[in-house]
Each structure stands twice: as C-alpha cells, then as structure tokens.
C-alpha cells in the first residue's frame, strides 16, 4: 500500500483518534442482533509470498500450493489479484477449495470500475464481478471498492447511485481517498451517514501521511482496517498495542466482525507484527485466535 506512505515518520503523530460520535450509536444498534461469537480475521494482500519459503512455508512447494498454506497462517485475505480480472469460475472454485471454511476472501473491485469508469456506466461489470466472487460462497468476506485519490465529493451523486444499484447479496466496504471527503465536517458526516443508510462498511486506513483517512467512525457493525506499517520500529508495535485495546471496546460493545489487513514493505515483516498484534487482541478480549507461526521444516538425513 503506497497510498499515504512516507519515508520520514518524525513527525507523525500516530495515536488513534477518539472515535467518531456516531460509533457508538452504530454499535449500540448492534447489540440488538449479537452473533454468537464475534469474528476476527486477520490478513495480508497477497499470498504468494515467496520469502515465506522454509519459514511460515514449507520449502519447495509449488506455486498453486501457496493459497493454501497461506491460510494456514491467517484467515483472510484482501484479494487484490481482483483488481487487475474477474476470475472466471473455475479460478474461483480453486480458490474457495484451497482453503478451510472460516477463511475469509476480501475480493477488491476491478480498477475497470473504479478507476477508468469511476462508477460510470459499470453496472454490467459490476454485476458479472458479484457473480463471479460470489461463488467464494460462505468463504467470501466483504468486497472491496477502494475509490482512486482523484474521485472527489463531485462525484457523490453517482457514489449514491452505484451503491444503491449495487448487487444485495454481496457486502461492501468503500474506502475514499480524496482528501475532499474529509475537509469539511459537514460533507464528511452525510457521506458516513449515507453509507450506514445503505448498509455498507466504510473502511479505516492507518497510513502515515493522511491520517484524515483514519476517522473511527464505523457505518456497520463490521470493522474494516487496512494498516500500514514501518519494518517493525517501535511505532508499529505500539500502534498494534492502541489498535488491540480500541477493537476490544468495540468488541465488548457491539461490534460484530474485524476484517484487520496488515501491509509492511517486507512481507517478512508482516506475520510477526501480527502475532504480536493478535496476541494483544486474545489477552484482551478472551477471544480465540490463530497465530501465524514458523513451521517445522523436514529435514534430510544424513549418510553419516
């Protein structure tokens, strides 16, 4: 994620806002229709992670082997591969096949409909993109429409409009990007109240350079989190301690599922700032969790 990425971190303040004051009514709403047990999925953007071999994978496995033991260090995955094609149904069906029944797909809109057409005259692309992943079945998350820095609140009439023509029975999450969204608090609260009206998740970036994109406020009783971190310095560990402590409160008052994605420049970096960042969340909020851990390796014997 190079959106808001920045080199020099000194003077970025990266304590977590207060949360927005309609937050709490959302999870107060919540409570109403409480799952049975509240959902945490935890994972990266992409799966092929060939520094993971003979660490977190094992060594020599081929490349259609890699879906698989990723999700057997995490449980979700923001599918960004969705992005560049629609997967046809056989790619889809692999997909869903590869992984156990809890895991999580996060499919990311084609940039065909966010960016070139910006949401205009999509609805054809959109509807066969929906029909595609929704056959991840009960695997598939929430997709993803990340809207391009330069879609402005211009654009909001036809923001409306997508949404509320987009397919019911796949769950969105949107996140903008263009600093407009934000600058005027009154703009800014009737696009997140819209957006709660229409039932679609409004994503949270962590992000050095636009904390204007971190504004706490939740439109359903879903947490989406896209987070940036810095090579594991002393900042990303005492962000994953602040996020930990913010999603238990949330979760105690209502919050139904965390979608938590983890973005690090070395993917190395990313399964261990995870663990830590989910062994904060158990010991906070009891709940159980899987850690991304280094698997044993085989070892070849010896002639002698």
């Not at 107060?28 to 992670?49: H, S």
């Not at 993109?129 to 036809?158: D, K, M, N, W, Y």
């Not at 939740?218 to 999603?247: C, K, M, Q």
Request: charged share 20%; net charge neutral; with cysteine.
């Amino acid at each position: 994620m190079d959106f808001g990425r920045l080199s020099d971190l000194r003077y970025v303040d990266f304590c977590l806002p207060a949360d927005h004051p309609d937050t709490a009514a959302v999870l107060r709403r919540a409570q109403a229709a409480p799952p049975a047990m509240p959902a945490i999925y935890v994972g990266c953007p992409i799966w092929t992670n060939k520094a993971w071999l003979g660490s977190y994978f094992p060594a020599g496995i081929k490349d259609a082997d890699y879906l698989h033991h990723y999700a057997r260090q995490f449980n979700s995955i923001e599918l960004n591969t969705t992005h560049y094609r629609i997967p046809d149904a056989p790619m889809v069906r692999k997909w869903r096949e590869a992984v156990p029944e809890e895991f999580r797909f996060c499919p990311k809109l084609p940039q065909s409909i966010s960016h070139t057409k910006e949401l205009y005259n999509a609805d054809e692309l959109t509807t066969t993109f929906c029909r595609a992943i929704s056959g991840l079945e009960q695997r598939l998350g929430v997709a993803f429409l990340q809207l391009p820095p330069t879609f402005g609140p211009e654009h909001l009439p036809r923001l409306e409009r997508y949404l509320l023509d987009f397919p019911d029975y796949v769950p969105l999450a949107v996140e903008l990007r263009h600093p407009a969204w934000f600058a005027d608090a009154g703009l800014r609260d009737s696009v997140f109240a819209m957006l709660e009206a229409l039932g679609k998740t409004l994503v949270l970036t962590d992000v050095a350079g636009r904390r204007d994109v971190l504004h706490q406020r939740l439109t359903t009783p879903v947490a989406f989190i896209r987070f940036n971190g810095h090579g594991l310095n002393s900042s990303d560990y005492t962000r994953a301690t602040a996020w930990a402590e913010r999603l238990a409160a949330w979760l105690q008052a209502g919050l139904h599922t965390v979608y938590f994605f983890v973005h690090q420049k070395d993917i190395l970096h990313s399964p261990l700032w995870a663990r830590f960042f989910l062994e904060k969340l158990q010991e906070l909020t009891g709940l159980p969790v899987s850690l991304p851990r280094i698997i044993p390796q085989p070892v070849q014997g010896s002639l002698f």
